[in-house]
């Protein structure tokens, strides 16, 4: 009767030891008894308590943006960059340890150019956000590595097909295409605005006011550290070339985006005012 008491009190262990993912977590090469890999899901929330970064495909091409955290006031502005160019045709936004992201970068850089050197033509944005996000994957199946700490949206143009695309590769090495998308603390909220918007007709020009609005929208200065916002588009007015939003554009979208919070603020200051009157 005791050894069966003992049984049951190991079971009960052993079941709460894999609900919290001790004993599972140690390598990512092991699966806990619900068929989950920790080591990829503490990846993923590396991500998730980092700065937001967004991607939106316009009719005219897409736009990147992304809450650049300022983890020291000594940092000089611009320093640090959470866009980065891949090719003459491909860039990308990041959000997780920039370290792990710059891996990823340098491994899309390789990529593009390996493709160039053997067909001779720029690599098309699926292939490329493919290529990488089977390197990642690769990290996940062996006990020696560990998951990357990042996840990348990718921005692409093909000029042979004349076509522009945007693609978002997570810690566990699955990538998907999408219309807009978010990664970083505020996804969720990022998303739920990105679903209002009109993604058929949006322009580049309107969605670097709608990345800017959403990310200061999202943002809590009470609570959350000072931030640089970055934008980038790779669209016609840029030539179908990845680059950062010239800097004029850019201060005069982040201040329409602001003066649009702020006026959405008041009015529903105003709105409560009257409630509480009646």
């Not at 009109?198 to 999202?218: G, S």
């Amino acid at each position: 009767r005791n050894r069966d008491k003992r049984y049951g009190e190991e079971r009960v262990r052993g079941n709460t030891m894999a609900s919290q993912g001790s004993g599972y977590d140690l390598s990512p090469t092991t699966f806990s008894p619900e068929g989950r890999i920790f080591q990829v899901e503490y990846a993923t929330k590396a991500v998730e308590n980092s700065g937001t970064a967004i991607g939106i495909r316009c009719v005219d091409g897409v736009v990147l943006g992304v809450e650049k955290v300022l983890l020291n006031r000594l940092l000089k502005p611009g320093s640090n960059k959470q866009l980065h160019t891949i090719g003459p045709h491909a860039g990308m936004a990041f959000s997780g340890w920039a370290p792990d992201a710059r891996q990823l970068i340098e491994r899309g850089r390789s990529e593009a150019e390996n493709y160039e050197d053997t067909y001779g033509t720029a690599i098309p944005p699926s292939v490329l956000a493919d290529r990488m996000a089977q390197y990642v994957h690769y990290f996940t199946l062996h006990g020696a590595l560990r998951p990357f700490g990042a996840g990348g949206i990718v921005a692409g143009y093909d000029p042979e097909l004349r076509e522009h695309s945007l693609h978002m590769i997570e810690p566990s090495g699955v990538q998907y295409r999408y219309f807009g998308t978010a990664l970083g603390k505020g996804r969720q909220g990022a998303k739920t605005e990105i679903e209002k918007l009109d993604l058929k007709t949006i322009t580049c020009r309107q969605a670097l006011k709608e990345v800017a609005k959403i990310i200061h929208t999202l943002h809590e200065p009470g609570k959350d550290k000072p931030f640089e916002l970055e934008l980038s588009w790779l669209c016609e007015e840029s030539g179908w070339e990845h680059k950062h939003v010239p800097t004029e554009l850019k201060v005069a979208v982040e201040e329409a985006a602001k003066s649009e919070i702020e006026e959405a603020e008041m009015e529903s200051d105003d709105e409560d005012e009257e409630e509480e009157g009646a």
